[in-house]
């Protein structure tokens, strides 16, 4: 074979090597772009900033696998809230879901939450997966920045209008001025068997964390606080109150006064103690929180517990002021403790009928039987 012949023929294998694999390689980004459409078609656009393998991996994994994202996922009779706790990674939420029955393949679920770059945005909380749901909707559900419940959080000794306050910022879609109108005049058309005759439910908005749908109502909320305080009050410490010849509202009254007064709550039963033995002699409470509800909120302090108190708050005109009328107050002051409530139900035994602030700091008290050895309490 000639030099030139020899030549030409590795010349055509060449162009034949270099044309063959021009039209794969048009014939592969043919195909690429036709996958990435089809699937950004279907399952929306990859995250930006994906790398360009990563891009490729997760768009070929969709496009194989992924069809079954488009089907319901569970088969619920009803809705099911499901939780993703703080710090959960998306393996850890897809393999969740799928042993719960909400899904159906944990991989490619987990494969669509990257691709969309929606694993770096899902939310912790509570989120109703109902039935008709596909994988998509739920990806899109959990990674919604509020969820379907929220955990509303009352705190002991807080008065109806701190509570009241918390829901501008708890996600609830509850109006706080209605709710607290709700509160302060309940009507007895809504309100449980055992709280019909209340004029406000000042003292039984039981403190502790509640778990509700968002879109509760100020009602069922309130309801659902008062099925809680009735579960543990009514069944706890009803008849330890009739034993101490207190009704449970006179005894939510002392234990508000109780909470209020408590620094260090071991100190509780001998405080209740103190306020029980002076309301069976006829003594007047002398509570400086019960002077702090009536003066009601500062604006100076910014707080609705004014502290100190100056000679003219004590002096005061309402029926919360304890320093000048006689007896108890209306209603009680706060939504104390179910320590407070368990130290009015099981007092201290004791002779004492004062007490006042040690003065090393510690938040505990020093009690007294007589005014005289209460004036010697005194700070030097």
Known sequence: MTKNKK???QSCLVFLFIFSFTGLLIGLIWLSNSINKEVILLFGEPEKTLSFDKKILYTTKIYLTGEILLEDQ???????????LPGETVGQISYRLKMNELIIDSDIFKDYLIYRGF????QSGYFRITPEMNGIEIAEKITNPIPDKVRFIILPGWRVEEVALTLQNSGLAINPDEFLAMVNNPSPDWLPPGFENLDSLEG???????????EISSQD????????????IFSEFAQAFENQGLTLHEALIFASIVEREAIVNDEMP??????????????????????????????????????????????IDSPFNTYIYNGLPPHPICNPSITAIQSVAFPAESTYYYFRARCDGSGRHNFAETYEEHLANGCP
């Open 221 to 232: 909320l309130i309801l659902n606080i008062l099925d809680k305080f009735r579960e543990i």
């Open 74 to 84: 569970n088969n619920l009779a009803d809705d099911y809230f499901f939780e993703i």
């Open 119 to 122: 694993d770096r945005r899902v």
């Open 270 to 315: 001998m405080i209740a103690s103190v306020f029980l033995n002076r309301y069976a002699i006829g003594m007047k409470l002398d509570s400086d929180p019960t002077v702090q509800y009536a003066a009601g909120y500062n604006i100076t302090q910014a707080t609705w517990w004014t502290n100190p108190l100056s000679l003219q708050d004590l002096r």
């Open 204 to 214: 039984y908005l039981y403190p502790g964390e509640y778990l509700v749908d968002r």
């Open 7 to 9: 030549n030409r023929i």
